[in-house]
């Protein structure tokens, strides 16, 4: 089985999954490759697909209402992408999100069959599905409420800490936007850390 493979196949089993029904999954899905800067998933487009990390890492973001790019998260290694909200990611509806490889990617591509099939067809899949259908609403969540409950330095660390290779692999305006601060802000976080 191909490497890729064998990372999803892991980030698969503590779900409860036995090996045949993972196999059985594995079959409807295939690997694609991104180019940095390509979009994944565009925001309000109808996409029947969602994807598992296996190199690489993404911004989810959205535009708002005078066309600014809003960055509300990261996504990178054995981690999904999925754009849907909790109630829509079994149903052929529009993506909430856009999303952006910030490196060369290397996703497996799952199709919402797959996961209907599963779930029809093994006794364990709906916890697989639950994951799928509350990460990203979790992850939004989490980033409202830090941005009112947390301080710049708290909100920094914490994003640190999820992501440590961060500041290597994405440019350091996304961060700084991401963090709702200006690069040069941003610039002397960074310089009083080194200090402390």
């Known amino acids: 089985m191909n490497q890729a493979f064998n990372q999803f196949k892991k980030f698969l089993i503590p779900f409860g999954l036995n090996e045949s029904d993972v196999e059985k999954m594995i079959q409807f899905c295939d690997i694609e490759y991104f180019r940095k800067g390509e979009v994944v ?76 099939f599963m779930e029809e067809n093994s006794k364990d899949a709906h916890k697989v599905a639950r994951y799928i259908a509350e990460a990203h609403i979790i992850d939004l969540v989490k980033f409202v409420i830090s941005a009112d409950t947390k301080s710049l330095k708290e909100r920094y660390e914490e994003l640190e800490n999820i992501f440590p290779n961060i500041h290597q692999r994405v440019p350091q305006h996304i961060i700084a936007a991401y963090l709702r601060i200006s690069r040069v802000h941003l610039s002397r976080i960074k310089s009083m850390k080194v200090k402390q």
């Open 41 to 116: 998933m565009q925001e309000g487009t109808k996409n029947n697909h969602i994807y598992f990390i296996c190199n690489g890492i993404v911004r989810n973001y959205v535009l708002t209402f005078d066309g600014e790019v809003s960055t509300y998260g990261f996504r990178t290694e054995n981690m999904l992408i999925t754009g849907y909200g909790i109630h829509n990611i079994h149903n052929d509806q529009r993506a909430l999100v856009s999303v952006e490889c910030l490196e060369k990617c290397e996703l497996i591509k799952i199709p919402l069959s797959a996961l209907k």
